[in-house]
């Protein structure tokens, strides 16, 4: 499991010896069950993951009904920006949509890092520029995009979502009621 996140690291920047030790020496690697919630609503962010094997959702609570914004897979990192640099409380819920296992980080962790390997700072910018470039194409798409485009892209980007994950989520995920997902299944089915 640790060489998952040390081969993603190493992708984006070489590490010696002495920084992969470091990193397994401070990875804490914990297996959560599906349905437990990592962050809720109102709890100020205190940890960042890093999603080994599994799935979170991000959801919003409106009005009673949960409006899903993002699905974190493998490789994905889960942190709730404002809350977890600004010690905000949460406006959404991250939940384990599957038994997960994840790296789980806190400021701590992450400062003494940089301060052994400043190189660290650098690897983390690359990671969270990347991170807000995603979530940034995310919101667009939402603002530019139908949801049968949205569905689409979803299907072409990230198509083992479909298998993983109820209807009524893709559902919310993409904007319309379970109900329209499938009628605009329907239509893509018929024009292929």
Not at 120 to 128: G, V
Not at 162 to 189: F, N
């Amino acid at each position: 499991m640790q060489q998952k996140l040390i081969a993603y690291f190493s992708e984006i920047m070489p590490l010696t010896a002495d920084e992969i030790e470091a990193i397994v020496e401070s990875m804490t690697i914990k297996s959560y069950q599906k349905g437990d919630i990592l962050l809720a609503e109102g709890q100020v962010s205190m940890e960042c993951y890093f999603v080994l094997e599994g799935c979170v959702r991000q959801y919003y609570l409106i009005d009673g009904e949960e409006k899903t914004t993002q699905f974190f897979t493998e490789n994905d990192w889960v942190v709730s920006f404002n809350s977890f640099t600004q010690k905000t409380p949460s406006n959404h819920y991250l939940v384990c949509n599957e038994d997960t296992t994840l790296v789980v980080g806190n400021e701590d962790k992450e400062n003494a890092l940089y301060q052994r390997f400043p190189k660290f700072e650098s690897i983390s910018r690359n990671i969270m520029g990347n991170v807000y470039g995603q979530q940034q194409e995310l919101t667009a798409s939402y603002v530019t995009d139908t949801p049968e485009q949205r569905y689409i892209k979803l299907r072409e980007l990230r198509p083992n979502l479909l298998q993983r994950i109820p209807q009524y989520q893709l559902a919310s995920y993409i904007g319309v009621k379970p109900e329209s997902l499938s009628r605009i299944r329907r239509r893509i089915m018929q024009r292929h």
